[in-house]
């Protein structure tokens, strides 16, 4: 069952971070979020998936980092967002998911534009639901909508019923890199939850719950 929720569509201005470990439903939900808002998501694990698949300088990088579950470089992140966010759709606000990644990398994106975060958003999911999500994650081919095999099926099955798009597992979703993933996020993206909270930007929302259920907290804690 796909998730079919009329939204009201409102132009906003939102500069928006998204937090949580590795599956925790950050894309899920920045993709409602975005369509109501007219806003885009800049994915920074998108674009590297992207690269890995056109098999750019960047790509080849990313590709063996990735399938371990270990971060890229941070300058090397941090100039690719530098170039996507001053392109003109990012004028009424963004959606960042996966970026920052790093306090380093927080840090770089404060330098890089004197307002550029409105609010951080950790969406609240404990260890033990992530292997579930991520394991029983599918991802259109071409589209790239997320779907999970129970929680949130495609109605045509193994075809992505958004576009017809073949679904397909990613190449991180193995259960042993996604204990890499977790330990790595423990280690080094927690962190930056304390540094948005310094700055007063930091709201929590617990991501336990349908999609639906998730939805309307985030959509009620961002007051939409
Ligand atoms: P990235 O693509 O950012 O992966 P991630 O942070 O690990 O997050 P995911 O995309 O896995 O999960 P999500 O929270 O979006 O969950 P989703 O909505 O899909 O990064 C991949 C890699 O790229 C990194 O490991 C790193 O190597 C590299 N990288 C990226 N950015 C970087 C950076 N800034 N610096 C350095 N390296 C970087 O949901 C998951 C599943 O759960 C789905 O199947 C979904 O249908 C299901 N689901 C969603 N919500 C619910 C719910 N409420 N209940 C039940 N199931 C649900």
Redesign the pocket.
Known sequence: MTVDIAIKEVEYNLKLV?L???????????AYIAEAGAIPTI????M??EAIANKTELGKL?DS??SK??????EV?IGV?KDRLKLDDCKNGYIL??????VK?AEALDEMLPDAIDIALS?EVPDE?IIE??T????CEKCKA???IK??PSTKGDICDKCGGKLIQ?A??SAETIKN?MS??HAQTEPIKDYYKKLGKLVCVD?????E??RTALFKALGL
Do not use: C, M, W
């Open positions: 998204f949580g470990p590795p599956g925790a439903g950050k894309g899920t939900q920045a994915s920074t694990g998108a590297l998936r990313a980092l990735i579950g270990e971060l890229v470089p941070d992140i967002v998911d996966g970026f920052p990644r790093t990398q969406l639901d999500r991520l029983g994650r599918r991802e997320t779907f999970h929680n949130n990613r991180d979703d993933r790595v996020y991501g336990v719950g349908s999609v259920q998730v």
